[in-house]
T-cell receptor, first 116, second 110 residues
Framework: DGGITQSPKYLFRKEGQNVTLSCEQN?????MYWYRQDPGQGLRLIYY???????QKGDIAEGYSVSREKKESFPLTVTSAQKNPTAFYLC???????????????FGSGTRLTVV | AQRVTQPEKLLSVFKGAPVELKCNYS??????LFWYVQYSRQRLQLLLR??SRESIKGFTADLNKGETSFHLKKPFAQEEDSAMYYC????????????FGTGTRLQVFP
């Protein structure tokens, strides 16, 4: 089960608490991504990073934060400002902008976050 | 704005029947399109990329720029094809963003 590891698989959070989801990859990929998956809405991009110490907002970045201090790691923090955090979160990676455009993404197995 | 539309949430067919999962996109640039599949209890994985013009597991997809479509087709569905299928559009400088449709669940009955 190599490639991308997301942990934990299931996470419960009380309202008002921040929580951090882990994403680690051993593929030597430059680019990493966080998506949120909700029923009937597909996958929506939260944040992405093409290189260490740099990242960009996706379509639904409000209430989330990320860091990219190491190439292998791209943790996502769901803050108390995120109004509806209960969802399935997917991390993905890709070789990077200099890779051929048709290279696919590699996805993790996801983290299901539930706010209680 | 860039957008990927998959009009069907659910598509149910019997084994051996032809399958067509629809995908339309909106993008002013030159599109790079993909189909991803998620089988039950498995990770999302790449099925097809339009630039490769390949056939994977009997599935094909042709990019029609005039109709801005990238429909996924298979002439004879199998039970093991039952899964969630996502159409995706790669955009941005260096194709650094992937925009997904809402997905279509394919159910193949015996």
């Amino acid at each position: 089960d190599g490639g991308i590891t997301q942990s934990p698989k299931y996470l419960f959070r009380k309202e008002g608490q921040n929580v951090t989801l882990s994403c680690e990859q051993n593929l030597n990929h430059d680019a990493m991504y966080w998506y949120r998956q909700d029923p009937g809405q597909g996958l929506r991009l939260i944040y992405y990073s093409q290189i260490v110490n740099d990242f960009q907002k996706g379509d639904i970045a409000e209430g989330y934060s990320v860091s990219r201090e190491k190439k292998e790691s791209f943790p996502l923090t769901v803050t108390s400002a995120q109004k509806n955090p209960t969802a399935f979160y997917l991390c993905a990676s890709r070789r990077g902008p200099r890779a051929p455009a048709n290279y696919g993404y590699t996805f993790g197995s996801g983290t299901r976050l539930t706010v209680v | 704005a860039q957008r990927v539309t998959q009009p069907e949430k659910l598509l149910s067919v019997f084994k051996g029947a032809p399958v067509e999962l629809k995908c339309n996109y909106s993008y002013s640039g030159s599109p790079e399109l993909f189909w991803y599949v998620q089988y039950s209890r498995q990770r999302l994985q790449l099925l097809l990329r339009h630039i490769s013009r390949e056939s994977i597991k009997g599935f094909t997809a042709d990019l029609n720029k005039g109709e801005t479509s990238f429909h996924l087709k298979k002439p004879f569905a199998q039970e093991e094809d039952s899964a969630m299928y996502y159409c995706a559009l790669s955009i941005g400088r260096g194709s650094d963003k992937l925009i997904f449709g809402t997905g279509t669940r394919l159910q193949v009955f015996p």
